[in-house]
């Protein structure tokens, strides 16, 4: 096995059941299973989920992911007790979630109210060789003398999402002795989902099974003696259809077939198969730091897990939840973290994957057009929340005001089109770091074209130019504001690069290109000040300022809304996130270093960090700065976000966009890697505690590892490759090394940096 990192769970908490449900979740892309214990408690939300499987509960409601039956809970009794944490006394705990194959472990002693002791040890790993496939096993070791034992585990279907009930039981059925299958579909009939699950224990036992009230359950009663381990081995295979090519027979059939095959190879086997699969995402997508803070690499190893575990890499019709794979915190919805936050990682270590993310936008152009027809606009506007279907999920209304009884208004889907620019940036990213020229010809440059025409209808005449008015930023603390700096370039970035791109291809529109040379020409964007501060919109440096600090320290918690209304703090220079510092992470070229200090220096002050993807930015600006520690500090504290003390951080699902933000925040901060005028530019400086830095990267036809340590940069690559390393451009080839003392004296004087080739 590898050596990676382990994620621990340190005690059994009840204020902590759900936040380490979710950060030690497991998962594939296809399917996420919530870390929850076997054994039930109240305060414990079970989940699991399949990418792409939504669906809306009522005409009311918000179509969101589904909540599927259970298959992770265990019943057990030990000499008529029930099994629980809550009473007794825990003598001995280890909880762990070991990265490097993907199994979820907890090993413990209990000492029971009567006084008897008992070894219960679970594992459970979702497979990432057959996706369908979860395996979990219990073993129980009575210590102190022969002990009666009864487990109950099977498929609960009264699992919901926070009681809303999205699949109807089709049929349950028991298989000779062993398996189990529960059928189901969803309430408006589009889709089915079969539940297959084989039960065997390591010894004889009295067997039944059950089926009331949404359950099928495998009832097991036997007698241990002292110091005799007994397990029970549970193999479940999960998939869904949306297509009804067979009968629902035959489609339940096949899945217990799938089953049955797979269930003959045993636990250990499967598990080693799906550790095979682990072995080859670490090997092309591991950061790896020495560094004198071991949480610096657990955070790595974390996020690249994560990263793996939620993304649907097998369906371009599927994409990334905010939430991943691991709750049910904002339904499901897809925003435009996948492109900012997630996709970087995915271009530069499994760019296929990143393809597909791109190609999840394009099969759902049909609803990005029809929502900007039905707002009077060409072209294609995106929405803010995205699920199956292409159209827009945002809640029309906020939760109800409990004072007044009003709900407010949600202005996201209305205002925050950034989005549009936001996934044309991405079409441009891929192309820049794949060349992937078959993509960009159709499925990109019709995503470029139609983002464009966008921008083109909505922008506005006024004061002798072209503006984009009543927009939202990613700043969500400012809004229904006219020439936000983030949107304005964002924009022109996009009906650019639509231009660009039609040349190369040969897709010349006189009309188009006509219309798109005038968006250019005249569009406003927002100048710098002579201190090089660039005005986040039309009113923003005319708004009072107020001292934040004490909403800065709780950060992430909106405590401002305590104090002010939203109204009132739209007034105020007060932020969210700051839209410029986001801008100058995205456009580097755009800006010079002058320009990205001020603006730093200028709006941090003023930003709460109330949204958990702000931090992160920061910390990469600061680092491409120079300011290596205030960047790593930031970057500590964007980990913390779902790895802080916080027991209720992650308690709906962690936060996605964050995990990619920790890769970005090492590779695109501290390497210092940005793509400028569509090169390749590296410049690390590393954190003063981090002895050495290597990671993988892919880059066009070219399979790259980098290591800086001390001060000397190795890289290999399997094909040569032209990049600028800490300013100057050079050619690498097979395995070079720099010295960074050496090249930066030849940066300064007249010679030429080549490096030095290894034999």
């Not at 579909?185 to 065997?200: G, H, L, P």
């Not at 996020?303 to 990334?320: G, K, Y």
């Not at 606009?377 to 995106?382: E, Q, T």
């Not at 029309?396 to 889907?413: C, D, L």
Request: proline share 3%; with cysteine.
């Amino acid at each position: 096995m590898l050596n990676l990192s382990l994620l621990t769970d340190p005690a059994f908490c009840p204020h902590s059941l759900n936040k380490y449900a979710s950060i030690m979740a497991c998962g594939n892309g296809y399917m996420g299973i919530r870390a929850t214990h076997e054994e039930e408690y109240t305060q414990q939300t079970r989940g699991m989920y399949l990418a792409g499987l939504y669906h809306r509960a009522g005409r009311n409601e918000t179509c969101e992911l589904v909540n599927l039956p259970d298959i992770t809970g265990i019943d057990v009794e030990l000499d008529g007790e029930n099994f629980t944490l809550l009473s007794g006394e825990i003598l001995s705990w280890q909880r762990e979630l070991a990265f490097a194959n993907g199994e979820l472990h907890r090993s413990l002693i209990w000492r029971s109210p009567e006084g008897r002791r008992y070894r219960l040890e679970s594992r459970r790993f979702v497979s990432l060789d057959a996706l369908p496939l979860v395996a979990m096993q219990l073993s129980i070791t009575p210590l102190d003398a022969s002990s009666q034992i009864v487990l109950k585990t099977g498929i609960d279907a009264t699992q919901t999402n926070s009681g809303r009930q999205h699949l109807d039981e089709i049929s349950v059925r028991v298989f000779d002795q062993h398996y189990l299958q529960g059928v189901y579909e969803t309430q408006d009939r589009t889709a089915e989902v079969a539940i297959s699950a084989c039960c065997r224990l390591s010894k004889d036992s009295d067997s039944c099974f059950t089926a009331k009230n949404r359950r099928i359950t495998a009832h097991h009663a036997l007698t241990a003696s002292p110091g005799e381990t007994v397990t029970l081995e549970k193999l479940v295979w999960v998939t869904h259809r949306r297509d009804r090519a067979l009968s629902t027979e035959t489609f339940a059939r096949n899945a217990l077939a799938d089953l049955q095959a797979y269930a003959s190879q045993g636990y250990a086997t499967l598990l080693a198969r799906s550790a095979s699969a682990w072995e080859k995402v670490w090997r092309d997508s591991r950061v790896e730091v020495a560094s004198t803070q071991e949480w610096d690499q657990r955070a790595l190893d974390y996020a690249v897990w994560h990263l793996t575990a939620m993304t649907p890499a097998h369906d371009e019709r599927s994409s990334i939840a905010a939430k991943g794979l691991t709750g049910e915190g904002y339904k499901g919805h897809v925003f435009w973290d996948t492109e900012i936050f997630l996709l970087p990682f995915h271009l530069f270590t499994r760019p296929q994957v990143a393809r597909s993310l791109l190609r999840y936008r394009w099969l759902n152009l049909p609803g990005a057009r029809e929502k900007a027809r039905r707002n009077g606009w060409p072209g294609a506007l995106f929405p803010w929340e995205s699920a199956a279907s292409g159209q827009e999920e945002t809640p029309e209304f906020a939760a109800i005001n409990i004072r007044t009884g009003i709900r407010q208004k949600v202005a996201s889907a209305l205002a925050e089109h950034h989005i549009v620019a936001d996934i044309a940036w991405a079409v441009v990213a891929y192309w820049q770091a794949t060349h992937d020229d078959d993509f960009m010809r159709s499925e990109g440059l019709t995503l470029l074209m139609e983002t464009a025409s966008f921008w083109m209808g909505r922008a506005t005449e006024a004061n002798g130019r072209l503006e984009i008015h009543d927009v939202i930023g990613p700043d969500e603390y400012t809004e229904h504001v006219n020439n936000n700096a983030y949107t304005n370039y964002l924009a022109w970035h996009n009906v650019a690069s639509a231009r660009r791109f039609m040349t190369m291809f040969g897709r010349e529109d006189a009309r188009f290109t006509e219309n798109a040379n005038r968006f250019l020409t005249r569009l406003w964007l927002p100048e710098a000040n002579a201190e090089g501060v660039l005005p986040q919109d039309d009113t923003f440096m005319a708004k009072p300022a107020i001292d934040l600090s004490r909403y800065k320290a709780k950060a992430g918690k909106q405590t401002i809304l305590l104090d002010y209304s939203r109204a009132e703090v739209n007034e105020m220079q007060i932020l969210k996130q700051a839209d410029v510092v986001m801008l100058n992470y995205l456009l580097p070229e755009r800006f010079t270093p002058q320009q990205c200090v001020a603006n730093l220096a200028f709006y941090e002050p003023r930003t709460i960090h109330d949204s958990s993807l702000s931090k992160a930015i920061h910390g990469i600006v600061f680092a491409r700065c120079g300011d290596t520690e205030r960047g790593y500090a930031f970057w500590r504290d964007g980990v913390a976000i779902d790895l802080g003390d916080d027991p209720h951080s992650s308690d709906e699902g962690i936060h996605a966009a964050a995990t990619g933000a920790i890769w970005s925040g090492v590779i695109q901060g501290f390497a210092g890697l940005q793509v400028v005028e569509g090169e390749l530019h590296l410049a690390p400086k590393l954190p003063a505690h981090w002895r050495r830095l290597t990671f993988p990267l892919r880059w066009r036809n070219a399979r790259l590892r980098v290591t800086l340590e001390d001060d000397l940069l190795t890289i290999d690559t399997t094909a040569p490759v032209t990049l600028t390393l800490w300013g100057k451009t050079l050619n690498a080839s097979g395995r070079q090394v720099w010295s960074y003392k050496d090249f930066m004296t030849s940066v300064t004087g007249t010679a030429t940096m080549e490096g030095r080739h290894d034999a």
